[in-house]
């Protein structure tokens, strides 16, 4: 079965350190792997993606992600953190399976939390 | 461009209220969805719609109908609500394409069942 694990619940980092959050997935075949971010009571909005390529993602906000396939994992990472990136973020993976019209299956979210 | 607009934001139902939710993107995507969210479950979808005129069961189907009406609008209708169906709703829409097919959500609608 696919799947995606977000292993931590919640980060919790000093504004300016490095950040951080981890996703590993599970799928047949060559993965679509996505970030997304939630604010307090909005929508989810897409940071990156990965369909192939370079194995380093930029996407918005300075975010960038690492696609390691060995190690099936797809974290989210970010040189300085800002206060304001403080959100839940969710790793996602598109479902591979014949007729699956495209949907994601989505981890169970990490909150990240930037302390000043 | 307002991208993908559901409404209402919040309700409150009481046990056995029926209730419809409304969703329309102006994207001309093929593919809808809808999704719940609750804590520590991350999102599941419960719909979704490929293409104008076919829907499909995703995840959590129980409880819930949904209507394609037309390629911009596809709402989620609760029959008979039960205090199970306190959540948040997500509408979604994307291109369907081998692109990556990158998927937009909408704010979102706050249901509380009491």
């Known amino acids: 079965a696919q799947s995606v694990a977000q292993p931590e619940d919640q980060v919790n980092v000093a504004e300016g350190n490095p950040l951080t959050v981890k996703c590993t997935y599970s799928v047949s075949g060559n993965p679509y792997l996505f970030w997304y971010v939630q604010y307090p009571n909005r929508g989810l909005q897409f940071l990156l993606k990965y369909i192939t390529g370079d194995n380093l993602v930029k996407g918005s906000y300075g975010f960038e992600a690492e696609f390691n396939k060995s190690q099936t994992s797809f974290h989210l990472k970010k040189p300085s953190a800002l206060v304001s990136d403080s959100a839940l973020y969710f790793c996602?993976?598109?479902?591979?399976?014949?007729?699956?019209?495209?949907?994601?299956?989505f981890g169970s979210g990490t909150r990240l939390l930037v302390r000043p | 461009n307002a991208g993908v607009t559901q409404t209402p934001k919040f309700q409150v139902l009481k046990t056995g209220q029926s209730m419809t939710l409304q969703c329309a993107q102006d994207?001309?995507?093929?593919?809808m969805y809808w999704y719940r969210q609750d804590p520590g479950m991350g999102l599941r979808l419960i719909y979704y719609s490929a293409s104008e005129g076919t829907t499909d069961k995703g995840e959590v189907p129980n409880g819930y109908n949904v209507s394609r009406l037309n390629k911009r609008e596809f709402s989620l209708r609760l029959e008979s609500a039960a205090p199970s169906q306190t959540s948040v709703y997500f509408c979604a829409s994307s291109a369907q394409d081998n692109s990556g097919n990158t998927i937009y959500f909408g704010e979102g609608s706050w249901l509380t069942v009491v």
């Open positions: 996602a993976v598109r479902d591979m399976e014949v007729d699956s019209s495209y949907k994601l299956i």
């Open positions: 994207m001309n995507h093929n593919s």
